[in-house]
């Protein structure tokens, strides 16, 4: 999956290590992935009125989804 390299001011580092500490995660970047990931899932279940899980998309992955079609 390719990375992102992403620049946090003071404040938002600081609230990133409480966000870290609350959820037991071991680094900042781990912690800015896991809240866009919730904020994404809160948001398709806002939508569609389900929860979804989200998955890396590799290219195995979707020439199986073509392959079954």
């Given at each position: 999956m390719p990375t992102q390299?992403?620049?946090?001011?003071?404040d938002e580092r600081?609230?990133?290590e409480r966000v870290r500490l609350q959820q037991g995660l071991a680094t900042l970047e781990q912690t800015a992935e896991w809240l866009v990931k919730s904020r994404l899932r809160n948001q398709t279940k806002h939508f569609?009125?389900?929860g979804r899980?989200?998955?890396?998309v590799t290219a195995s992955s979707t020439r199986k989804s073509h392959e079954s079609h």
């Open positions: 390299e992403i620049t946090f001011s003071d600081d609230m990133l569609t009125g389900r899980s989200l998955y890396a």
